[in-house]
């Protein structure tokens, strides 16, 4: 039995590698229901023990992954999720949501807060038909969105502060696209505060890498720490809302200096690059395997995505498929046997991400991964599936021929 057990698992792995697992049948809308159910039971009071930002991240991106189905939904079909993404803002707009965030920064709440609460809201405006939508909505996002612009136009960086004291230039980049987002849906206004920003990003890349730092100091906005993959990963899926063109130009060198294949088997994304060494795992990229990051992994998905790298998008997917331990009800779809929501609120997001204002330019560099990249998983899983039977078929094989007697002799 046990056996047999290894067998069907191992076989499961290789299915699990072939089948697509970048796309609107995915089994998102089965994560989305195990995370909606695991938020009404408290999860996100759970997941904020855990660290600074488990309660918000779990709310948005549950919401945020919410709005990407509805885009994709016809405009009569857009009631479920729109519904959902209100919930999931509401509770983002309450005392728990902004309780890690200090109100005396500016903008208030800190720019952390205040880019993803503002790029959900537009979300959800955006599922309304423009002739209809609710006029309290409009009306906060647009209040939202000049508040934010006006604190990079007051600032001598153009990486805002997120704790007192601690800058990182991932939250901005999201705050400034959701100022884009605002000129897609409302009376544009902020073209030239976008323009500034790009400017000012471009004379404060991290000399080690050509990258946006994963910090920056505060004050100036001269790089801090050397770009990291878990602040990568998110920066280039919302840069390109921002530039396209720059947005491009900093995908590519991401996945030049971070892609990797640990052992050469699948695929993933290095938290620091290779020539960092004795690098240590933290709470935003979690432990360290051979030197990559579960959730920049993750994350790189969703970049993958909105840059139109679908071959890369796919492989990741596809092979977190099989290290992620998915397992699937006839409702519901967890991963890591769903012991952390919030995990499964990133897998959902990256999965549907997509370019919400402008499309990249047509994707045409090669492959950051060969298309046979799957061949040694698929030999591996194939010898594990072999192998609690190869004592048995060895005997067969060995097994002298069993000499017929002949009918003559018998009688």
């Known amino acids: 039995m046990l056996g047999a057990l290894v067998t069907v698992l191992s076989v499961g792995g290789v299915v699990r590698l072939a089948v697509p697992a970048v796309s609107a049948h995915s089994g998102v809308r089965a994560q989305l229901t195990f995370i909606g159910d695991a ?3 408290g999860a996100a009071v759970e997941a904020q023990r855990s660290f600074p930002e488990g309660y918000f991240f779990l709310y948005a991106l549950y919401g945020l992954t919410w709005v990407e189905v509805g885009r994709l939904e016809p405009e009569a079909g857009r009631a479920e999720a729109l519904r959902e993404a209100r919930w999931a803002l509401a509770h983002l707009d309450t005392d728990a949501g902004r309780a890690p965030f200090s109100a005396a920064l ?8 205040r880019g993803w609460t503002n790029w959900l809201r537009g979300g959800v405006l955006s599922l309304q038909p423009p002739d209809r939508r609710d006029a309290g909505e409009a009306e906060r996002f647009a209040a939202d969105s000049a508040e934010i612009a006006a ?8 990486f805002l502060q997120a ?5 990182w230039p991932v939250d901005s980049t999201v705050a400034m696209a959701s100022l884009r987002l605002h000129d897609t849906l409302l009376p544009p206004r902020y073209a030239d505060t976008a323009t500034r920003w790009v400017a000012d990003v471009r004379a404060r890349l991290d000399p080690a890498t050509g990258l946006l730092p994963h910090t920056a100091d505060p004050e100036t906005g001269e790089a801090g720490e050397v770009a990291r ?3 990568q990963s998110m920066i280039t899926r919302f840069l390109v809302e921002i530039d396209p063109t720059f947005a491009r130009e900093q995908y590519l060198r991401f996945r030049q200096l971070y892609v990797t294949r640990p052992l050469g088997l699948g695929p993933a994304v290095r938290e620091y690059p290779a020539f960092v060494t004795h690098a240590t795992g ?8 051979l030197g990559t990051s579960l959730s920049a992994t993750v994350v790189t998905i969703g970049a993958a995505r909105v840059q139109g790298d679908r071959a890369l998008a796919t492989a990741l997917a596809s092979y977190g498929e099989l290290a992620g331990l998915p397992v699937s009800t006839p409702r519901t779809k967890r991963y890591g046997f769903g012991v952390v929501p919030v995990g499964d609120a990133f897998v959902a ?6 370019a919400w204002v402008s499309r990249p330019p047509a994707f045409t560099a090669p492959r950051a991964v060969a298309w046979w990249w799957p061949a ?5 899983l194939l010898l594990v599936a072999v192998a609690p039977w190869w004592r048995l078929l060895r005997r067969r094989l060995a097994r002298p021929p069993r000499r017929r007697v002949p009918h003559e002799a018998v009688s």
């Open 282 to 289: 933290d709470v935003d990229s979690g432990p360290l395997v």
């Open 349 to 354: 997001w990256s999965k549907m991400s997509s």
């Open 163 to 167: 704790y007192p004291g601690q800058a």
């Open 106 to 113: 500016t903008p208030s709440n800190g720019i952390f807060y």
């Open 39 to 41: 938020l009404r039971g």
């Open 151 to 158: 604190a990079f136009g007051a600032a001598s960086t153009p």
């Open 229 to 231: 993959g878990t602040s």
């Open 376 to 380: 040694p998983l698929v030999l591996v």
